[in-house]
């Protein structure tokens, strides 16, 4: 009697010979590659370095597309955008020491927003491991620990048997819900010396599922089916479980409202009637989910944005879906479904009972109503109309990667994105310089339509030098850079905190002359102009450069209203 588990798959005639056979001249970096061929990889990032050359030198060996930045941080954020257009893996490979630290604020900031990134890095040789101090170059006790906090997984080679499964490994770990960055590091001398292992084929790293516990389910569909006022918060589980689908159904199904965080744009239409958009830290929205007597959580920890600054007390039943187990009631108390977005809502749909509520659409349209006549009230006409030129000049099918700013402040909370996975920020982590090496990342992925990237004028220093890579890859991104001489946030936090601000005024270059230095197009746009000018650079291919000298300001803030 055969059992599955007995089963072997066995080679061919043809593979057994080249087994017996590799090509000469491999050496361990051909196994990486290999590896990652395997698992379907087809495009990498990230920048040579000393101890990581023998990947990079096989590299021209294999069939995968290497896009190279300037910077390691700022490959690591492309390698983020490129993780979320797609939903695979990002390899990004990096050198030992300064360069790869230089990339722990991309991969927190993968990490916040469970982007998957596949870090593989170069370590000193073998002989160095272990903590001593040898005095090799680029040399760290410990390599391995700098990354323990922000990473899923660590996986450490030694030989390089051990090359495709860590490499596997990290994969299944970087691609299971919730998805993350993984970490996984290569002695130089394991990756210069000649291999006889054979080539790396069929790589099996499939992840596995994350399905609800039914009786969970049973419980949150009778609560939801006999709830008085439903509301519904969706994060940005929804979005990167592909299911905002059967969120659409569900809250159809229920008649329930439904707000999305900034990680959830897109999760639900915009122009929905029972869509209470992204006014996430408006006090009409908070108190109207406060209200609910069954709050309905997925995908998202209700961490300081979506929570008004953790001012939002609900005071009904909350139920709380979440892949990350780690986020699950660490904010409130609630039903506590350990699941992945989809598979849950699914479970929801197939138990639920269809809930009529014609009130639904007028408590809706009343509290939309609310929010703008407090913000009509603010004078912020400026504003209002450089985010809705942005809007009207980005195609519908285009993703858009926003920097942190004060216009993307707005844009969270203000902007359609049209359809979920086209609005991205670096809201996870909150780091400067995200913006226009993730637009780049994400037209890696898909050259085929024109991409947005949007910073102030202190972010876009972070990331300047990637106007060469934009170039040399002639990648469609179009960088909106709003020029208000400094750090405009920061300025305003500073005046409404002490009076006046200290240390946020910049002396900037002449951003247009600069990228055209580059050989990239630039344009000085105004207001009035801009939409325009930003959706003439749009369409144009290859790279370009908008720049809006505009000093705008931010809406008022309610959390702070007791």
């Not at 394991?190 to 069929?202: C, H, M, N, R």
């Amino acid at each position: 009697m055969t059992h599955d588990h007995d089963l072997v798959l066995r080679p061919t005639e043809a593979q057994t010979a080249a087994a017996l056979n590799p090509p000469a001249g491999r050496n361990g970096g051909d196994l990486v590659v290999e590896t990652l061929a395997g698992l379907g990889a087809t495009t990498v990032f990230g920048l040579p370095g000393q101890h990581a050359l023998g990947m990079f030198d096989a590299l021209r060996r294999s069939s995968l597309r290497y896009v190279g930045l300037r910077v390691e941080n700022n490959a690591g954020f492309a390698a983020d955008a490129y993780g979320r257009i797609t939903g695979e893996a990002a390899p990004l490979l990096l050198s030992t020491g300064p360069g790869a630290l230089t990339s722990l604020a991309g991969l927190h900031e993968a990490a916040s927003a469970s982007a998957p990134v596949l870090a593989i890095s170069s370590q000193i040789p073998t002989a160095g491991l272990g903590g001593g101090r040898h005095g090799y170059l680029h040399e760290l006790p410990d390599q391995a620990a700098s990354f323990r906090g922000v990473v899923k997984s660590v996986h450490t080679v030694r030989t390089q048997s051990q090359i495709p499964s860590a490499i596997a490994a990290a994969w299944q770990s970087a691609l299971t819900a919730p998805h993350g960055p993984v970490w996984v590091e290569i002695p130089q001398d394991v990756l210069l010396a000649e291999t006889s292992l054979p080539v790396v084929t069929a790589v099996d790293a499939t992840p596995g599922e994350l399905p609800p516990r039914p009786e969970l389910t049973a419980v949150a569909a009778d609560l939801l089916s006999r709830a008085a006022r439903p509301a519904v918060i969706a994060g940005g589980g929804v979005v990167r479980a592909d299911a905002s689908g059967k969120l659409r159904q569900l809250a159809e199904t229920l008649n329930a409202p439904v707000v999305t965080t900034y990680g959830g744009k897109g999760a639900f239409p915009w122009h929905h009637p029972l869509s209470l958009q992204s006014w996430l830290e408006d006090r009409h929205t908070t108190d109207f989910l406060e209200d609910a007597d069954v709050l309905l959580v997925v995908g998202s920890g209700l961490g300081e944005l979506s929570s008004n600054y953790h001012t939002f007390k609900p005071r009904g039943r909350v139920i709380q879906i979440e892949a990350d187990l780690g986020k699950l009631e660490s904010n409130h108390p609630a039903l506590g479904i350990h699941a992945d977005a989809r598979l849950a809502l699914q479970a929801l749909l197939e138990t639920v009972s269809e809930r009529e509520d014609p009130t639904a659409p007028e408590r809706v349209r009343t509290l939309l109503a609310q929010v703008s006549d407090r913000i009509a009230a603010q004078e912020l006409t400026l504003e209002q109309e450089v985010l809705a030129s942005v809007r009207r000049a980005l195609p519908a099918g285009s993703p858009s990667f926003w920097d942190m700013t004060i216009l993307a402040y707005w844009a969270w909370s203000a902007f359609d994105a049209h359809a979920p996975n086209l609005m991205h920020s670096a809201q996870g982590a909150g780091g400067l310089g995200y913006g226009f090496p993730a637009a780049l990342g994400a037209a890696a992925a898909d050259p085929s339509r024109p991409v947005l990237a949007v910073s102030g004028d202190g972010g876009a220093l972070y990331s300047i030098a990637e106007l060469a890579t934009a170039r040399q890859h002639d990648l469609p991104v179009t960088w909106l850079i709003v020029d208000d001489g400094g750090y405009g946030i920061l300025r305003e936090y500073m005046t409404d905190a002490f009076g006046e601000p200290t240390a946020t005024e910049l002396t900037r270059p002449d951003y247009v002359a600069l990228a055209e230095s580059f050989g990239v197009p630039g344009i000085r746009t105004s207001p009035e102009t801009l939409e325009t000018d930003l959706a003439k650079a749009l369409s144009a291919p290859g790279p370009s450069v908008v720049v809006l000298p505009a000093l705008l300001r931010m809406f008022a803030p309610t959390h702070l209203a007791d």
